[in-house]
């Protein structure tokens, strides 16, 4: 029996069996911490998650220890396998590996909470040129210290609790399975255990066995979830980075003819025919503002003036807004092509995909075509989260980063960037000096973790119940100062001013943290030259907002976009599309649906039931809904892989 313990493979065993046990630790203390992430969660829910987080951990675990179960399981010689130089170089295979696997996954249990996915391979891209990465670990790890002393407690415990093989000399070790020391007998067992034992690596590598079963990916979690957001707690983070990092980013579904699929849905506008709401606004500037999560909920206007924005608040009551407006993306590198060149997030965001290389049109490249100076600011580094490239490759003439702010030492936050109130100043200052017409767009950065503001206005502004929500009133007063600034120039009274936010954040009340309020951002028109305030009951995307400017501006030559306008005329297709992964998500302007590629998977009256708890039968699902959801699906990814997305 001691022989029998001391074998290889059921020490092999009971190592996998450790780690696995590591990570329900943490999926169970990532549940404990975060139940606003999870609300109204059974525990009979909880084990089929925990049940299908077994899965995906198995999964990853058999990937990371390859090399260790390779070293542990070849039929070589015992006296090799036992010893020691051999079971240390096996021990650090299966440590390292593993503890950087345990690292990750505790990471995660942070950063999540700002992107509502797992961290994927588009990570390292995503901050591949961000130089202050450390200094922002550094603040999470005292920020959130519990979740730092969790992860070292459990990383310790497991390295303690690491089995090796006992070592032994040539002479004592003689193999349990046989009575005799018969080297044949040995040789023929271990190597059957080997063939075996590697067949259901595989297995378990693939999520599962059969003809039809496909590798087990991101979006299988979905079937031991009620609801998109819960697959952050099926997943977890090695595997996500692993599967995400595999093969083509996408595949063609091919749900129509291409000819079929452009009396579908087409991105390809031409401009024909007369605006029903004409808005004369030729050779006016355009302003784009970007304000850094600036979620709905956080706006007192649209929510019966309970928020942090006082002054968003005044304007926005003199402003064309949407009842529903909608982000694309949940993360900031999703909304520039969103925002400006009109195309979605689905997937991956686009600009750390293999397709970010195509050529894109924007606002910025149409209106340079008419005579307008283009520039776009951001008081981050140059380079730093990939907008610097972005700007250039959609057309825009000028960028002005922190390399280009005169006093970037004094005013930088230090962590992200400048901070709003100076660079929004200095945003106001250099547009004075730019010949007209002009486009600008302007990204803000204050209001992100870690959340702080300068420290003269400590103590300002509303604390509220979240972090972020005094830095959204720091941002809120920075906007004010910024048109208490524009106001006493020539060009504020023929400028269109756009204002939306790159994503959601820090979401507190029911109506917000479900799957259609996460989303929920402003989008706003504000000229009262030429727009008389309205609040309409249709619906908005990002994606309408270069198609409205275009419209605005009397853009008469062809363009390619996503979305339609909203602003001069009444939209074709009243819907707004985003992907909350794994599913695709179509909101018209009472209903939510979910789609996962191949069926309907959920359906909500929204406006009756706002807190998404009565779901209605897949099959009532309006069939022009479906198919205008593949079409759209269909020509993203079509015309990616393709680069075809610019006018033709």
Same mark, same amino acid.
């Not at 002005?400 to 400048?418: N, S």
């Not at 009262?528 to 305030?533: E, Q």
């Not at 909350?580 to 959920?602: C, E, H, R, W």
């Given at each position: 029996m001691k022989r029998f313990w001391n074998h290889p493979w059921v020490c092999a065993a009971y190592n996998i069996l450790l780690i696995l046990a590591a990570y329900t630790l943490s999926r169970l203390f990532f549940y404990w911490v975060s139940p606003d992430l999870f609300p109204d969660v059974s525990f009979s829910h909880l084990m089929e998650m925990l049940w299908g987080g077994f899965r995906f951990d198995l999964t990853a675990v058999l990937y990371l220890s390859s090399v260790y179960l390779l070293l542990m399981l070849l039929p070589l010689p015992m006296s090799w396998r036992q010893n020691e130089v051999y079971q240390s170089v096996a021990k650090y295979f299966f440590l390292i590996p593993n503890l950087i696997g345990l690292a990750a996954n505790s990471i995660d249990m942070v950063y999540v909470r700002f992107t509502d996915r797992r961290t994927t391979i588009t990570f390292f891209d995503e901050f591949q040129n961000d130089g202050n990465l450390l200094g922002i670990f550094m603040q999470g790890v005292v920020q959130y210290w519990y979740v730092t002393f969790f992860a070292l407690a459990l990383m310790t415990a497991f390295v303690w609790l690491y089995r090796p093989l006992r070592y032994k000399t040539v002479d004592t070790v003689k193999p349990f399975h046989c009575k005799t020391a018969n080297a044949v007998g040995y040789y023929i067992f271990e190597t059957l255990l080997f063939v075996v034992t590697v067949y259901f690596i595989v297995i378990g590598i693939r999520g599962g066995f059969g003809k039809y079963t496909r590798p087990i990916t991101l979006s299988n979690a979905l079937q031991y979830t009620n609801r998109p957001q819960e697959t952050i707690l099926v997943l977890n983070t090695p595997f996500s980075i692993m599967r995400s990092s595999e093969g083509s980013t996408y595949t063609d579904p091919k749900y129509f003819e291409l000819e079929a699929l452009e009396t579908i849905m087409t991105p390809w506008h031409k401009n024909e025919g007369e605006k029903e709401l004409k808005v004369k606004a030729e050779g006016f500037n355009v302003v784009v503002f970007i304000l850094e999560s600036f979620a709905s909920e956080h706006i007192g206007f649209y929510n019966e003036g309970k928020g942090f924005t006082p002054f968003l608040d005044s304007l926005l009551a003199q402003s064309v807004t949407w009842e529903y407006s909608f982000a694309s993306g949940r993360k900031s590198i999703d909304a520039m092509p969103s925002v400006?060149?009109?195309?979605?997030?689905?997937?991956?965001?686009?600009?750390?995909?293999?397709?970010?290389?195509?050529?894109?049109?924007?606002?910025?490249?149409?209106?340079?075509?008419?005579?307008?100076?283009?520039?776009?600011?951001?008081?981050?580094?140059?380079?730093?989260?990939?907008?610097?490239?972005?700007?250039?490759?959609?057309?825009?003439?000028?960028?002005?980063?922190?390399?280009?702010?005169?006093?970037?030492?004094?005013?930088?936050?230090?962590?992200?960037?400048?901070?709003?109130?100076?660079?929004?100043?200095?945003?106001?200052?250099?547009?004075?000096?730019?010949?007209?017409?002009?486009?600008?767009?302007?990204?803000?950065?204050?209001?992100?973790?870690?959340?702080?503001?300068?420290?003269?206005?400590?103590?300002?502004?509303?604390?509220?119940?979240?972090?972020?929500?005094?830095?959204?009133?720091?941002?809120?007063?920075?906007?004010?100062?910024?048109?208490?600034?524009?106001?006493?120039?020539?060009?504020?009274?023929?400028?269109?001013?756009?204002?939306? !936010?790159?994503?959601?954040?820090? #979401?507190? +009340?029911?109506?917000?943290? @479900?799957?259609?309020?996460? =989303?929920?951002? /402003? %989008?706003?028109?504000?000229?009262?030259?030429?727009?008389?305030?309205?609040?309409?009951?249709?619906?908005?995307?990002?994606?309408?907002?270069?198609?409205?400017?275009?419209?605005?501006?009397?853009?008469?030559?062809?363009?390619? !976009?996503?979305?339609?306008?909203? #602003?001069? +005329?009444?939209?074709?297709? @009243?819907?707004?599309?985003? =992907?909350?992964? /794994? %599913?695709?998500?179509?909101?018209?302007?009472?209903?939510?649906?979910?789609?996962?590629?191949?069926?309907?998977?959920?359906?909500?009256?929204?406006?009756?039931?706002?807190?998404?708890?009565?779901?209605?039968?897949?099959?009532? !699902?309006p069939e022009e809904m479906v198919q205008y959801l593949k079409a759209y699906v269909q020509q993203y990814i079509y015309r990616m892989i393709n680069n075809r997305l610019t006018h033709e």
């Open positions: 400006l060149s009109s195309i979605p997030m689905l997937i991956n965001p686009y600009v750390v995909t293999p397709y970010s290389t195509n050529a894109v049109s924007s606002i910025a490249d149409c209106l340079r075509r008419e005579g307008y100076t283009t520039a776009f600011f951001h008081g981050a580094p140059n380079g730093s989260m990939g907008f610097q490239a972005y700007a250039r490759s959609a057309g825009f003439q000028k960028y002005y980063g922190m390399d280009e702010y005169p006093d970037a030492k004094r005013d930088f936050d230090g962590t992200w960037a400048i901070w709003d109130e100076p660079f929004l100043q200095f945003y106001g200052r250099t547009m004075s000096t730019i010949p007209e017409p002009f486009m600008t767009a302007v990204f803000t950065a204050s209001s992100h973790h870690p959340f702080r503001v300068p420290e003269q206005y400590e103590g300002v502004f509303p604390q509220g119940s979240q972090p972020l929500h005094q830095c959204i009133g720091y941002s809120d007063n920075a906007m004010r100062q910024f048109f208490a600034y524009a106001r006493t120039q020539p060009w504020f009274d023929h400028t269109l001013f756009v204002i939306t !936010a790159d994503h959601t954040n820090q #979401l507190c +009340t029911p109506t917000y943290t @479900n799957a259609l309020g996460q =989303y929920r951002v /402003p %989008v706003v028109f504000y000229c009262p030259a030429l727009l008389p305030a309205e609040q309409r009951h249709d619906i908005v995307s990002q994606t309408d907002i270069m198609p409205s400017v275009l419209g605005a501006v009397g853009y008469e030559a062809p363009y390619f !976009a996503f979305g339609e306008d909203a #602003l001069t +005329t009444s939209k074709t297709h @009243n819907y707004a599309v985003c =992907y909350n992964n /794994p %599913v695709y998500q179509i909101m018209s302007d009472s209903l939510l649906m979910q789609f996962d590629g191949k069926q309907v998977t959920a359906l909500y009256n929204y406006r009756c039931d706002p807190l998404l708890q009565q779901p209605l039968p897949a099959d009532q !699902a």
